[in-house]
């Protein structure tokens, strides 16, 4: 399992190597998302448990702390106007990922997930408020029926979910930027362990997944709306 940390904030790996780029509002922090936490203090609670949490007010570095093999779900909250701004490096400072966020801009309240290498790390962040982050790396041996429908107003790692063949999903953005959902192995390998199942979706969108076994959903926007049959 992953050790303990120390004091950061971000989510791990958007890379070429960990899924598809981050690209549902672009690369430009005018564009990204504007979720506001339900709770604009400093003590805004992350929505669930994590083996390693951080919190802190503008740019630090973390302590060192572990991370196994596979799947790792990041949390993170924002509370500050501005560019906030994650890389994943290794204790000697060199990146081991790119930006985590990719120049995420004003409050954010949201979860991402990645396929990382085991080992030691720790996270450089440029935040220009309070913030506060969890990881967790989950390896569930079964999971729940998949819903007939999933809606949600931020980016959401749900699951794990028992998929068990094919799936016709019809996916609707409610909002502007665009629409993204991702299917992650929890045992997955960097680059290997993940299938994206919507991709860059701006109105509303019809595609088919087909995939058998337990894992986690993905799912990056800001207003959507997914049914599956």
Same mark, same amino acid.
Request: charged share 25%; hydrophobic share 25%.
């Given at each position: 399992g992953a050790g303990s940390l120390a004091t950061v904030s971000g989510c791990l790996g958007d890379d070429d190597d960990d899924g598809p780029a981050?690209?549902?509002?672009?690369?430009d922090p005018d564009d990204? &998302?504007?979720?506001?936490?339900?709770d604009n203090s400093e003590?805004?609670? =992350?929505?669930?448990?994590?083996?390693?949490?951080?919190?802190?007010?503008?740019?630090?570095?973390? #302590?060192?702390?572990? %991370?196994?093999?596979? =799947?790792t779900i990041c949390e993170a909250i924002f509370e500050g106007q501005g560019n906030h701004d994650i890389e994943l490096l290794d204790p000697g400072g060199n990146v081991i990922n790119p930006r985590i966020f990719l120049n995420r801009a004003n409050e954010y309240a949201g979860e991402k997930a990645s %396929?990382?290498?085991?080992?030691?790390? +720790? %996270? #450089?962040i440029s935040a220009q408020g309070d913030w506060r982050?969890? =990881?967790?790396? &989950?390896? &569930?041996?079964?999971?729940? #029926? +998949?819903?007939?429908?999933i809606n949600g107003t931020s980016d959401q790692v749900l699951g794990p979910y028992l998929f068990s063949g094919s799936y016709e999903i019809e996916a609707v953005n409610n909002t502007d930027g665009f629409l993204?959902?991702?299917v992650w192995e929890p045992e997955g390998e960097p680059g290997f362990g993940f299938e994206t199942v919507v991709q860059n979706v701006e109105t509303s969108d019809e595609t088919l997944l087909n995939f058998e076994g337990v894992a986690f959903l993905e799912v990056r926007g800001r207003d959507w709306t997914l049914v599956f049959s």
């Open positions: 981050d690209t549902e509002n672009g690369d990204a &998302p504007d979720d506001a936490p339900d003590n805004a609670n =992350l929505r669930r448990d994590h083996e390693v949490e951080f919190s802190g007010s503008g740019g630090t570095v973390t #302590d060192t702390f572990d %991370l196994s093999p596979g =799947l %396929l990382q290498d085991g080992g030691t790390y +720790v %996270l #450089d982050v969890g =990881l967790v790396q &989950p390896r &569930p041996q079964t999971g729940d #029926d +998949v819903p007939n429908e993204q959902a991702m």
